[in-house]
């Protein structure tokens, strides 16, 4: 059996070099890493227009690619799936074609490939064993070939139709990454056993240190039990021609699959719900988000509900996970739900954890972001407690307490807001840079309105993002609400006070701003009533007859609770967006809601019109641009406008 791994294997380029330490060491001496980048931008056919980002150092360029083996520098994108076969996904960045023997997706269909007991194929360069039950088309195979750089990445133009896809890219580089780990400490296992204690090769080579201080090497973050459904299966999918058998299987679509323990990927999603399509497919399944599973990969078997300790990988929901490493210690359980291992609020399994992937994360903006925050927090930390290892086979950016500097951040988005991207900047560490996606806006929301109303878009001023949501709520109270509550003192054609514009509805994206309205309008003792996520159905329903009737003015909603039920409210003929929906459908769909046919019986349309009024500021360009287009926002704030 043959162990060796190809010398170009941009896993071992990160971890073989001594002198790599010393590029580290200087990154971790500059202050304000992330501000301290220089930039490059590319254009690929499928995945669109993206930055590489890469921390500048004192270090001459040159010689610190020379450091690091392969230079990984980016350029253009590997050939597609009609070009050259092998080329395509092995053509990552500084890395040469993989050796014949190879499908169009750079997976060995070569029966007498060069590939030992361990299943691990290295005679090319994804080193995936016997052939991954994949194939992959052009995006995909792009979209690898980043990955396969072991850049930091954030992606925000995933799609309901495209989940999948991405799903399968990050679930090849992971197996393959888990793989090439593997084959890598079964050959050094091997080099143990020829040499003895005294050898300086032992003592020495930090090509043998190939181990961290945990096994845990990577962490999937995921929004709903359904969301760790699909991607178990996928794992499943994948390793089915290989000679791994998985274990637990049924368990795992038993516990994470619906109330009667069906799997719900078999079932088909409803598309003819009085709601809007893209709800039945995010909500389908299992939507339950307290939950964590660990999978441990042997030579021959993956293992499902493993201890966190004894796994190679961690699926969890950000409440699942944050429950555990912050929680009693007679509470806490390191593993599967009936794995009873007390944690205490131990966070050591997370110590060496090499990649983090979080997919769907627009959907944890809906949940609660804080758990995100937490639990990076506690990643990539020294261990508290010793744990059974071989010192001396821990890597020194470990020893070093570098670990984060080595670790892959992998983000994937269907909105581009500022949280997303500041959570990624402050998170992404990683020595060799980050790639961040241009946000692809084909079709503004505001073309996509068939409600006959007036948009008005306002502009208030505000320095910064922590003094914005003061600025806004000054703004509304001054500017704003007096118009809608017949309060500014103009005069209607016939010289009487404006009168007050009934049904009119308020949408928060912040629950924090939505408890300072509430606040403010009991206080003023305005006529208005309130749905949020919090609400009971009862409550919910008694404050939309309150607003569809006209016995209270103003009806504040929150767009989590919109997220959540996605109701379709009567009654509206005045909308607020006291600031750009997180969702830009959002705006869409409730403005399309001014419409004749959701009144009361006694409007009159032709003494009516609708209005949709939307608070901006120069923090709110990402939302902005995709509601009206990036370049109509950057002329609005650049020349800080109002229009209607």
């Not at 046919?597 to 009024?613: I, P, R, Y």
């Amino acid at each position: 059996m043959n162990t060796s791994l190809p010398a170009n294997n941009p896993h071992l380029d990160r971890v073989i070099s001594e002198k790599t330490i010393k590029v580290i060491k200087e990154i971790h001496d500059q202050p304000k890493l992330n501000e301290n980048f220089e930039i490059e931008q590319f254009k690929w056919p499928k995945l669109g227009t993206l930055s590489y980002l890469k921390p500048m150092i004192e270090e001459n360029k040159d010689t610190v690619i020379e450091l690091l083996g392969q230079p990984h520098k980016l350029g253009p994108p590997p050939p597609t799936t009609t070009s050259t076969n092998s080329t395509a996904v092995n053509h990552v960045a500084g890395q040469e074609p993989a050796k014949s023997g190879c499908d169009g997706n750079g997976i060995s269909n070569n029966s007498n490939n060069n590939s030992g007991d361990d299943g691990v194929d290295v005679g090319n360069g994804l080193g995936v064993a016997l052939g991954l039950d994949c194939k992959l088309d052009d995006l995909q195979i792009e979209l690898l070939s980043l990955l396969r750089t072991y850049k930091d990445l954030l992606y925000t133009n995933e799609t309901l139709e495209t989940l999948d896809h991405i799903q399968q890219v990050y679930v090849i580089h992971v197996l393959t990454h888990l793989m090439n780990s593997r084959s890598r400490i079964i050959s050094n296992n091997k080099v143990f056993e020829r040499k003895t204690i005294s050898d300086n090769i032992l003592q020495d080579d930090p090509a043998l240190r190939d181990q961290g201080f945990t096994r845990t090497k990577v962490l999937f973050l995921l929004p709903f039990r359904y969301s760790a459904l699909r991607l178990g299966k996928c794992i499943a999918k994948c390793l089915a021609n290989t000679n791994h058998t998985v274990q637990n299987l049924d368990r795992f679509i038993q516990e994470f699959g619906d109330e009667d323990g069906i799997d719900s990927t078999t079932r088909p999603i409803p598309s003819d719900g009085n709601k809007p399509n893209d709800f039945y497919q995010t909500f389908h399944g299992n939507t339950d988000d307290s939950f964590r599973v660990g999978l441990k990969f042997t030579k021959k078997s993956v293992r499902f509900f493993s201890d966190f300790y004894d796994s190679d990988i961690i699926i969890a929901s950000p409440l699942g996970l944050k429950t555990i490493i912050t929680v009693d210690e007679h509470k806490a359980t390191s593993a599967g739900d009936s794995e009873q291992i007390p944690l205490g609020g131990e966070k050591d399994f997370l110590s060496s954890i090499e990649l983090v992937i979080l997919d769907q994360a627009e959907i944890f903006l809906m949940q609660n972001w804080e758990h995100i925050l937490d639990i990076m927090q506690h990643i990539n930390i020294m261990p508290t407690k010793p744990r059974k290892m071989d010192i001396s086979r821990v890597r020194l950016w470990h020893l070093e307490d570098w670990s984060k500097y080595y670790r892959q951040l992998i983000m994937f988005t269907s909105i581009t807001v500022p949280l997303v991207h500041s959570f990624f900047q402050t998170h992404s560490l990683n020595y060799e840079g980050y790639i961040a996606f241009k946000h692809r806006v084909d079709h503004p929301q505001a073309k996509e309105i068939s409600s006959k109303c007036t948009q008005h878009f306002l502009y208030f001023d505000s320095a910064s993002a922590k003094e914005a949501c003061d600025h806004r709520f000054s703004f509304f109270i001054k500017h704003v609400l007096p118009k809608f509550t017949g309060s500014t003192g103009d005069l209607d054609d016939d010289g009487s006070n404006k009168k007050t514009m009934d049904h009119t509805l308020i949408l928060v994206s912040s629950y924090f701003d939505y408890v300072r309205l509430r606040n403010y309008f009991r206080r003023e003792k305005l006529s208005f009533t309130q749905i949020c996520e919090y609400n009971e159905d009862n409550k919910v329903s008694k404050a939309r007859q309150l607003f569809y009737f006209g016995a209270r003015q103003f009806l504040l909603y929150t767009e989590r609770c919109h997220f959540y039920h996605r109701y379709k409210i009567k009654g509206i003929r005045n909308i607020i967006f006291y600031e750009p929906p997180t969702f830009p459908k959002f705006y869409t769909e409730m403005v399309n809601m001014l419409t004749p046919e959701l009144q009361g019986k006694k409007f009159d349309e032709s003494s009516n019109h609708f209005t949709a009024t939307t608070l901006f500021s120069s923090h709110d360009t990402l939302q902005l641009g995709a509601i009206i287009g990036f370049s109509n926002a950057v002329k609005l704030i650049q020349n800080k406008k109002s229009i209607t």
